[in-house]
Nanobody, 118 residues
Framework: QVQLVESGGGLVQPGGSLRLSCAAS????????LGWYRQASEKQRELVAA???????NYADSVKGRFTISRDNGKNTMYLQMNSLTPEDTAVYYC????????????WGQGTQVTVSS
């Protein structure tokens, strides 16, 4: 079983930056597909960014050029660097990990609140 613990959320002004971290307890972190989702109030959860075990990435159109997903396999940790934040980025952010692309199960962090407001 994989456990994910998130940190780094908070309140920032528009145009500011935050870096979210997600530490994993799994033993095969380097082989996992990783990603970040977010869920705004009264809206569906959406995929923000994803990274394959080989390092390829995909981003939602709304965050391209502003957000960067990364991973440190030596620390079993994934990150989401968020720049040029806007109020539309306000949401609870969740990290996730999948053992493989064909896995039926995803492991989720507890969520961390990001609020962008002046």
């Amino acid at each position: 079983q994989v456990q994910l613990v998130e940190s780094g959320g908070g309140l920032v002004q528009p145009g500011g930056s935050l870096r979210l971290s997600c530490a994993a307890s799994g033993s095969a972190f380097s082989r996992y597909v990783l990603g970040w989702y977010r869920q705004a109030s009264e809206k569906q959860r959406e995929l923000v960014a994803a990274m394959s075990s080989g390092g390829s990435t995909n981003y939602a159109d709304s965050v391209k050029g502003r957000f960067t997903i990364s991973r440190d396999n030596g620390k079993n940790t994934m990150y989401l660097q968020m720049n040029s934040l806007t109020p539309e980025d306000t949401a609870v952010y969740y990290c996730y990990a999948r053992p493989s692309l064909l896995s039926l199960t995803s492991y989720w962090g507890q969520g961390t609140q990001v609020t962008v407001s002046s």
